[in-house]
Every structure is written in C-alpha cells, then in structure tokens.
C-alpha cells in the first residue's frame, strides 16, 4: 500500500513537472542545452556521412516494448527524426532497421510523416528487418554492414549483448559507432568497446540533446531535477539508516 | 482529424493501463480485453515485419545482389519451417526435434562467438578507452569483482576482513541499481510525457 502511494506519488510529481515546464518554458524561461562531447561527436558523423554521401545505418533495438527496460524502444523512436535530414542522398542513403514489426511499422510512419513533401523517402531511406530474433538479427545486420560500407551506425533502444558482434565488425569496417540504449549487460559490455556510449538515464536525455524541442527541453529538465531528488532520498536514507532510525 | 484520434487512443488506453495497476479488482476485465488487443496487433506487427524481411530477401534475389545465395537460403528456410509448422502443427515430435537440433545448436554456437569477441575485446578495452579515470575505475571494479567472486578470499565471520569483502562483492550489484534506478526515471517520464501527450511518436 505504501509502495503504491509512493510510486503514484514519484509519478504525479513527474507529470506536475512536465506541465509546468512546458508552459514555463514555452513563454518565460529557457533551459540551455548542455554540450555532451559524445553527442556532439555523433551530430558530426551524421553531417559528414551527408556531405560525403555515405551510407548511415540507424538500429532501433530488438524490440518495441521490453518490460525489464520499459520506455527504451519508445525513446529510440523518439530520436529517429533527429537523423531524418531532406538531404539524405540515394547515393549515401539510411537504413532505418529494428528486430521488431511494430518498430519497424513505427518508423516507416514517421520516415513517411517527416517527408511528405514532395521527397522520395523510399529511394533514401529503407527500413529493413533483418531478423525477429536476437541471433537471427545479428547475421542479417553482419551481412548488411559489409554489403553497404557506412559512416555512421547508431544503436538504440532495447537490445541484448549479442549486438557486440555486429559492433566489432562495423568497428572494423570503419565508421563512427554510436550506443545509446540496451539492457544493463550490453551497455556494460559496450562500455568496453564502443567510445561513445550512453549509460542508464544518460539514453533518455539523447532526444533533448538532438532535438532542441520545448518537449524534450522540458523532460530534460524533469530528469535532472528527479535525478537530484533521487540523489537527496537516497544519501538521507542511507544516514537514516546508519543512525538506525530507518 | 487522424492525428487527433490517435493520441485520444493513445492516452486513454494507457491511462486506463495506468489505473489497472493501482484499481486491478475493478479494471481487470477492462485490461484483459486491452491485453488482447496488444498482443493482436503486436502479432499483426510481427507478420508486417516477416513480410518485410522476406521481400529485403527477394530484392535481394531479382537484383543478384552480393549475398544473393543466403537469401535463396533463407528464404527456403523459412517457408520449409513455416509450412512444416503449419501442416505437422507445434506438438509434433518431428518438428520439436527440429526446432531442438537445428536450431538451439546454431545458437549456441553463434553465443561461443560472441563469448570469445567478448574475451578479445575486453583485452583491447585499454586501448579503446585510454587510462582515463572512468576506464581504470571499470577495469579496478571488473577485475576486483572476479576475484572476490571466486571464492577463495575469505574472512572470519564477524570481522572487519569479512564486511569489506562483502561490500567488495556487492559493489557491482551497487552500482547496476544506480544504472537501473536511473534508466527508471527516464522510462517514468516517456511514460509521462507520452501520456500527457507532450510526445506523440506513434504519428508526428
């Protein structure tokens, strides 16, 4: 029961955030936009893959919905149109692939939203699956990293740590590799071989450091505050419990 | 209009999710009918997607693209599996036997690959990452962590020895809750965000 009353609680004061922020920041204030190195190393990538017509391989995870992991695929979707540039050649082209139906339906929706004007997405931008299962993606994502040398390959939402053989071999292909997201072994695991790599809340705050959107500016802002108020519950909790009162 | 109906959907279906975890007596037959629905569309997804993948295997094929002879593979693969499946049905002996000595063998060797670019990477982790205070901090607390899970350091109940080998011990677990209380926090506010419908990734 009061576990219950806690979490709603954690969620009522998330939610009465985001509302106040968003009118906040939609007319008084402004939250500026913290330069992350590894962020900034990845915007690079995608600019010069454009500029150079290069191919840019964009993986949105195993699956939409992981329960151990909840809102990771959902954040994967969200940082898809911060790579959907109208200059995307078909000479360099993207692809756009996830190990799910549903991520891969979900991206074609917004590849499609995104260049309803008059551009031929479908020339530039294929959204491929290239297998429903953990193993049966990485040989489907191998053979396509050697097929089309890449600039970029970008990582995110929900996956396994059996990405680290596809993220070897892009490794030594060539490319700027890029990880934000998985579950806690891969990002361990990643840690150990990929040099930009987001770890834990860090792959929640990606959408506010690409998209420089009220919405995104607003849960950025929410996260930091909920992180400090983390911090100060736990550091009381723990000095409570030290003096035996919890 | 479209975009309107969708985020109705959207927001009141979670909302309603939302409320079954707190009121499950009540809502419950409400989240059986929504559970379904998900697990359809989901399915309805998944078909989306196979058919996806078979036709990247069949432009593969009609444009004798590099690879071509792996996808005649699986493309036959996956039709022999399928109707096997679909005439012999999932009980069959035949198709368990399958299942168990075709496919769980290609995975576990396809898992000894990937155990053996673990060990060669974790030895090139230095030179991935440098001697950066982050990387000696992760490389001291993998190593330490291996060696007090071994077993063989041990201390006299009740001493000093033996709770600073616990907390030795426990350090890794410490912090994969940090990572995880955090990754919580920031799936909360998708969550919120997308109830509030401030984020509308189904249809933007």
């Known amino acids: 029961m009061i576990l219950n009353w806690l979490s709603l609680s954690i969620l009522g004061l998330a939610a009465f955030l985001l509302i106040i922020f968003s009118i906040l920041l939609k007319d008084k204030m402004d939250y500026p936009i913290r330069q992350d190195a590894r962020v900034s190393r990845l915007v690079q990538a995608h600019i010069a893959a454009i500029e150079r017509q290069e191919h840019q391989n964009i993986f ?18 969200a940082v898809l149109p911060a790579f959907l540039d109208s200059e995307i050649g078909k000479v360099g082209g993207m692809s756009v692939s996830g190990g799910d139906g ?33 193993l049966s993606l990485t040989p489907g994502i191998l053979s396509e990293i050697h097929d089309n040398p890449h600039h970029l390959f970008a990582l995110f939402g929900s996956y396994g740590p059996e990405v680290l053989t596809t993220v070897s071999t892009a490794r030594r292909l060539g490319g700027h590799i890029f990880a934000a997201g998985g579950s806690i072994i891969s990002q361990a695991t990643l840690f150990a071989n990929v040099e930009d790599v987001l770890i834990g809340e860090e792959i929640f705050i990606l959408p506010g450091l690409l998209i420089p959107k009220t919405k995104f500016k607003v849960t950025l802002l929410t996260e930091d505050i909920l992180r400090i108020l983390l911090m100060a519950a736990l550091i009381i909790a723990v000095i409570l419990k030290m003096v035996s009162i919890l | 209009m479209k975009k309107m ?21 009540i809502l419950s037959p409400v989240l059986r009918v929504i559970f379904d629905w998900f697990v359809l569309l989901l399915g309805a997804a998944s078909l989306i997607g196979i058919g996806y993948l078979i036709r990247l295997h069949f432009t593969k094929l009609m444009r004798s693209q590099k690879g071509a002879f792996y996808s005649i593979l699986l493309i036959v693969v996956f039709f022999l599996t399928m109707i096997t499946g679909f005439v012999l049905t999932l009980d069959n002996p035949f198709y368990q036997g399958l299942i168990l000595n075709v496919q769980i063998p290609v995975e576990a060797s396809f898992l000894s690959i990937m155990a053996a670019t673990l060990l060669y990477t ?5 030179r991935t990452r440098g001697w950066t205070p982050m990387s000696i901090g992760f490389l001291g ?10 077993g063989y350091i041990q201390g006299q109940p009740g001493t000093v020895g033996a709770a600073l080998i616990l907390f030795f011990r426990r350090l890794p677990m410490v912090g994969a809750r940090g990572i995880l209380l955090g990754m919580a926090i920031g799936g909360l506010l998708v969550g919120v965000r997308i109830l509030l419908a401030l984020d509308r990734p189904y249809g933007e």
């Not at chain 2, 974790?122 to 230095?126: A, D, K, P, Q, Y």
């Not at chain 2, 607390?141 to 071994?150: H, I, P």
């Open chain 2, 5 to 25: 109906a969708a985020t109705i959907i959207a927001v009141v279906v979670g909302l309603t999710v939302l409320c079954g975890y707190y009121f499950q007596a």
């Open chain 2, 141 to 150: 607390s993998a190593v330490a962590s291996l060696v007090f899970n071994l």
């Open chain 1, 102 to 134: 549903s991520l891969v339906v979900l991206a074609r929706e917004i590849i499609a939203g995104r260049y309803r004007a008059g551009f031929n997405h479908q020339l530039a931008v294929t959204t491929p699956l290239y297998g429903p299962t953990p």
């Open chain 1, 60 to 77: 949105l995870g195993q699956h939409l919905f992981c329960p151990a992991y909840p809102g990771v695929g959902l954040d994967a979707i």
């Open chain 2, 122 to 126: 974790s030895l090139r982790f230095v």
